[in-house]
């Protein structure tokens, strides 16, 4: 086998896989859309198209945060002295 002959096999062979993987692509953008377009049209999506609702709020008073800051000065403190 000469090294015409080869290249025009991998030549062959690139383009066949090229095309191979170019479908399925196409087959799968394809497929997606069409379920896109199922699922809206029986209404599984109305849950997204809903305003969220907001969060339980987890903020804590102001008396607990200076709590808390007393207690991390407290720690920063005693590990400086040790460390």
């Given amino acids: ?48 198209l809903e305003s969220p609702k907001p969060a339980a709020s987890t903020v804590k008073p102001a008396a607990n945060n200076a709590a808390v800051t007393a207690a991390i000065t407290t720690a920063v403190n005693e590990y400086q002295k040790t460390h």
Avoid: R, Y
Avoid at 19 to 25: S, W
């Fill in 1 to 48: 086998m000469t090294i015409v002959d080869m290249l025009e096999q991998s030549g062959v062979l690139t383009l066949l896989g090229m095309g191979i993987v170019f479908g399925f692509l196409f087959l799968v953008i394809i497929s997606v859309t069409v379920v896109g377009k199922i699922i809206h049209a029986i209404g599984a999506d109305k849950d997204l």
